[in-house]
Every structure is written in C-alpha cells, then in structure tokens.
C-alpha cells in the first residue's frame, strides 16, 4: 500500500498539477506573514489566525486531491497519515514529509520536513524567536481543515520548525475523535 | 603593509545600513572611517553616471585610504576603505556582498533601507572578506 501511495503521488503531481513559480508563491506567503505580524503585533495571534487561514484552505483542498488522485477510503489513521504525506503533501508543495514517532495508541504521528519550500530566502527576527512564531503555521491548519472534512477532529501543532535553530520541522498530528455523521436539524 | 579594511553598506537615502572593520585595527581613527566614507558618497554619485558597470573602481583618496564603490541597480552602495589597491579582489568581494544583500532583500522580514542586523550576514561577509581580502 505504501508504494501505491507513493507512486499515486507523484502520477498526480506530474500529470494533474498545474504549476507556478516557486518564488511568486514563496514572496506572496511572505509577505502575508510580515503583513499579519504588522497588523497583530502579538506573535500568538499571527499563530492563531495562520492556523485559521489553514483551516479554510484545508476544508476546500482536501476535494481537490481527492477530484486528482481518486483514492478510496483509508484503512485507519496510520494510512491517513501516510496519504498526507505522499500525496497531500507531494501534490502541493512538492515535498514529501516523514511519518514517525507514532504514540502508543497509534493516535498521533509527526511529520518530519527536511526543507520546506515556504522557508526559503526567510530569517525570523530574534523577537519572532523568542515570542514563538511558527513561520509556517498555516500548514497545521490546512492539514486540520483537510481531516476534519474526512471526519476526523485533530489537533495539529508546530513541535520543531528550522527557522527557529532546530535541524528539522516537525508537526505532530493528534486524532482527537472520529466525527459521526451529524443529522441536520429537521424542519419539523 | 597592514591589511585594514572598512566596508559599509550606504542605503538609497544615504544613511548606512550595515558597517565593518575587516582585517587587522588599528586604533587612531575608527571614526575618520564614516567620514570619509560619508564624504565619498558626492564622488559616487558623480562617477555612477560616467560608467555603466557597477563597480566603479576607486573614486576618492584620503591621505593613506583608497575609497572603492559598487552601486547596485537600486542605488544601493557598497564602499570600502583600503590601504593597498587591489582592484580585481576587491571587484570579487563586491560582488559577493552584492549577492548576500540581494539574499537579505529577499528576507520577508527585511524593510528596505533598513540597517542589517543578522549575525548570519555579518558571518558571511567576514567569511568573504577573508576569502576575497586578507
């Protein structure tokens, strides 16, 4: 199954995918950052609203790789975890992510980036360091939007991140609970 | 032969955005550094416009001191004090230094024309300058 995913991802990002410059895309998220910080001044309020930014792109991304890649339903979490970081991860950034240091009950895994394109070119000032910016915070969100539409309610945060000195970025995935089917309110 | 070096990093409103001492110091006249650099300035803008090249060679002297220029497209200058003249190796540090403001630049954090601080930037022009100067 492995292998399958792997090789899902890469057919899509070859042949379904249209593509832009990496730099455009790299200057925009950027300056959407520097522009939050300006705007917020608080450090953990750009966190938060990056991560709610993540949330809406996450919700409607996630019927975008599924309209590309056609896959079927996971077999459990652990290949929910797999799918993100082939495929998910692969169609869109182009990078695929480790999965490790699943816990013991198998209900939270992290992802470990190697390079991650949205870092490029940037340096955080020592203030953002020190106040705990996650430069990259919009990831966590988009990967939480995306599992709650496949409900599952995660919580998804920043363990590591480069621009802060660590060697490597690191999201840890948390399954809170599986969502049921809720039945709309009736008209009655 | 003392091998010091002064390099500065003028901004477009004349201000500087990053200075250094390379190579061996010497005590009396740290501060004669930024005035003559300062003074310097008029004789760039005169000689930016005589040539097409960035680099403009050595545009003033000061008693003992060479004053070089290289002006970026965004009339950003990067001067340099030296003592003896060396113009191929100073033409390599410029550009070197060129790309690593181009690579600040590129920082979504950086405003423009604002000074640099980063210890990483201060590193790699030390590192250059050993490469290129001393």
Known sequence: MEKQYKTIGEEAWKNNTEKI??????????????????????????????????????????DDMMARTSLERCSGFSATAEVIAKIGFKLFLNVV???????????????????NPLNDFCELPPKAVTDGLWYSNVL??????????????TEVVYVRDVLRGDDVSEIRVKLVRMLDEEVPASDD | ??????????????????ETELGVQRDESKYLNQFI?????????????????????????????NVSAYVTPSNVRLLL?????????????????????LKTLLNPFYEPNSPIQSQAFD???????????L
């Not at chain 2, 032969?1 to 990053?18: E, K, Q, R």
Request: overall charge negative; aromatic content about 12%.
């Open chain 2, 81 to 101: 004090l030296h003592e003896v003249k060396a113009d191929d190796a100073i033409k390599l540090f410029f550009t070197d230094c060129h790309e690593l403001y």
């Open chain 2, 123 to 133: 590193a790699k022009v030390n590192t250059l300058a050993k490469r290129h100067l």
């Open chain 2, 37 to 65: 650099v300062h003074a310097a300035l008029d004789l760039v803008d005169d000689a930016q416009f005589m040539s097409n090249a960035c680099y403009l060679k050595t545009v003033d002297k000061y008693n003992d001191w």
């Open chain 2, 1 to 18: 032969m003392s091998s010091t070096y002064y390099f500065a990093i003028v901004g477009t409103n004349d201000s500087p955005l990053y």
């Open chain 1, 21 to 62: 410059n990496a730099e455009l895309f790299i200057f925009t998220y950027g300056s959407l950052v520097v522009q939050l910080v300006k705007d917020y001044e608080d450090y953990t309020a750009v966190n938060k609203q990056l991560d709610k930014m993540g949330y809406n792109i996450g919700v409607r991304l996630v």
């Open chain 1, 140 to 153: 966590c969100g988009v990967i939480r939007g995306a599992l709650e539409m496949m409900q599952m309610q």
């Open chain 1, 97 to 115: 992510p480790t999965v490790t240091n699943w816990s013991a009950d198998a209900k939270e895994f992290s992802l470990i980036l190697d390079d």
